[in-house]
Every structure is written in C-alpha cells, then in structure tokens.
C-alpha cells in the first residue's frame, strides 16, 4: 500500500456507492408511501381515477432506479489499489446523489399526495399534478 493508496482507502468508495443508494430509497420509500396514501383517499370519493393518480407513485420509485444506477457506477470503479482522493470523490458523489434522492423523494410525496387529493375534488387539475411531479 502507498500513501496515495491506504488500505482503508475503498471504505470511502463503497460508503459513497452505499449512500447512494441508501439515502435514495429512503426518498423513494416515502414518496412511494405518502402518494400511496393520497390514493387511498382519493380512491373512496373517484375510483376511476385511481390508474390516473398512480403517477407519482411512479416518479417516486424511479428516484431509487437513480440511486441504483450512480451506486453500480461506483461500485464498478473500485479496486483495491484505489486512490484516496478517488474514494472521496466516490463518496461525494454518492452523498450528492442519495441526499438529493432523499430531498426528491419528500417533495414528491407531498406534492403528490396534495395533488392526488386536488384531482379528486376538480379533475382538471390532472394536468397541473402531473407538471408538478416532473418538476420535483
């Protein structure tokens, strides 16, 4: 092992790919789950709408699909003989990634819920929730 190369050094790559995806389904778990919840009261007042409103369940669930994907991008470049400085950029990488997820996923899931619920009461607001999750 060199200076440049400690052994510790794959720690800070892994935990970046970790929390990529750790921090990015946590946002996709509560999207998932407060859209989820805004369905089911919708759902009494305007069954038909029900496929309609699963929307941002969807958008919810692919901010994990991101995580994934930055966390496997990772994971492919690490190697024993990696860089410290390589390992921190990982890191950042996956922090940024999966705190943006967990801050995505939140948004989601309020506005979602909010619009799901709107939608219910005045159908033409499908359009403005649908703008709405695609703009989180």
């Given at each position: 092992m060199s200076s440049e190369s400690p052994e510790y050094s794959p720690f800070f790559a892994v935990m970046g790919a970790s929390a990529a995806m750790v921090f990015s389904a946590l946002g996709a778990a509560y999207g998932t789950a407060k859209s989820g919840t805004g369905i089911a009261a919708m759902s009494v007042m305007r069954p038909e709408l029900i496929m309609k409103s699963i929307i941002p369940v969807v958008m919810a669930g692919i901010?994990?699909?991101?995580?994934?994907?930055?966390?496997?991008?990772?994971?492919?470049?690490?190697?024993?003989?990696?860089?410290l400085f390589k390992s921190f950029l990982h890191l950042g990488a996956g922090l940024s990634v999966g705190l943006s997820g967990l801050a995505a996923g939140f948004a989601i899931g309020i506005v979602g819920d909010a619009g799901v619920r709107g939608t219910a009461q005045q159908p033409r607001l499908f359009v403005v929730n649908v703008c709405e999750c695609f703009n989180t």
């Open positions: 901010i994990a699909i991101y995580g994934l994907v930055v966390a496997v991008l990772i994971a492919n470049n690490i190697s024993e003989t990696v860089t």
